[in-house]
């Protein structure tokens, strides 16, 4: 069975892990991983917050946060639970790329969790991001790993479906529940976009998945071979 894609807090029967914010399904939380740094009394920008579960996490831990989604229901679940959950969180619908309701140079961080993985134009919305955040502050964003997205998840051992360079989207993050495929991406693509904007990346995380701590509906065999998520952070430059 192929794994399901992976959203922060989704409503299709993943929990919602509220009180740690994690990058990808089995993976470390940001408290182990530490690519946002401080967060208490920080204004953070939560893009493509799917159900919220990264967003009540950072507000839980005191960050004011604006979180924003394309999709109307995951703006309206990710404030029920807010709700729930007993914090305040900023919510916005609409495209990532426009974020003309947040000032520039106002925002302290700003994260990702798999949030742009089906995005068309990275470009424009890391110029956004470039824009609202301030100098020397990081985004830190997750995507499906470009290896991982090579493989054929439904199978046992590794089998290449496709080559490293095929731009087309990847047909099968639509069955394993999203609603947009995911977009084939390359490392030298991403630093290449990040640098067009004015970033600056500082690291770069591929950390191994815990098979114990994956809801079985996320795990696929072929992340036992390689990174199933890439987790990159770049700071602005002013």
């Not at 831990?61 to 604006?66: D, K, L, P, T």
């Not at 731009?167 to 390359?186: F, I, K, L, N, Q």
Request: charged share 25%; hydrophobic share 40%; glycine share 8%.
């Amino acid at each position: 069975m192929a794994p399901t894609r992976f959203s922060p807090g989704a409503s299709d029967g993943m929990a919602l892990a509220s009180d740690a914010l994690q990058y990808g399904p089995g993976l470390p939380p940001e408290s182990e991983l530490k690519l946002l740094g401080h967060v208490d009394g920080r204004r953070i920008l939560d893009l493509g917050c799917g159900a919220g579960a990264g967003s009540v996490a950072l507000a839980k831990a005191g960050a004011r946060v604006i979180a924003i989604d394309e999709d109307a229901a995951n703006v309206a679940t990710t404030r029920d639970n807010a709700e729930r959950e007993g914090v305040r969180v900023e919510t916005h619908h609409g495209p990532l790329p426009e974020l003309a309701f947040v000032r520039a140079d106002t925002i302290d961080a700003a994260v990702s969790v798999y949030g742009l993985a089906a995005a068309d134009d990275l470009d424009r919305i890391f110029r956004q991001v470039h824009r609202v955040l301030r100098p020397e502050r990081p985004l830190v964003f997750s995507l499906p790993h470009p290896a991982f997205t090579l493989l054929d998840p439904d199978g046992g051992e590794p089998v290449l479906r496709r080559t490293w360079w095929d731009p087309s989207p990847v047909a099968w993050s639509v069955a394993a529940g999203g609603t947009e495929p995911d977009r084939a991406r390359t490392l030298s693509g991403l630093f290449a976009s990040l640098g067009r904007a004015n970033f600056r990346v500082d690291a770069l995380a591929e950390p191994e998945p815990d098979r114990a701590a994956c809801p079985d509906d996320s795990w696929s065999d072929a992340m036992r071979w390689v990174p199933p998520t890439l987790i990159v952070r770049a700071r602005k430059v002013a």
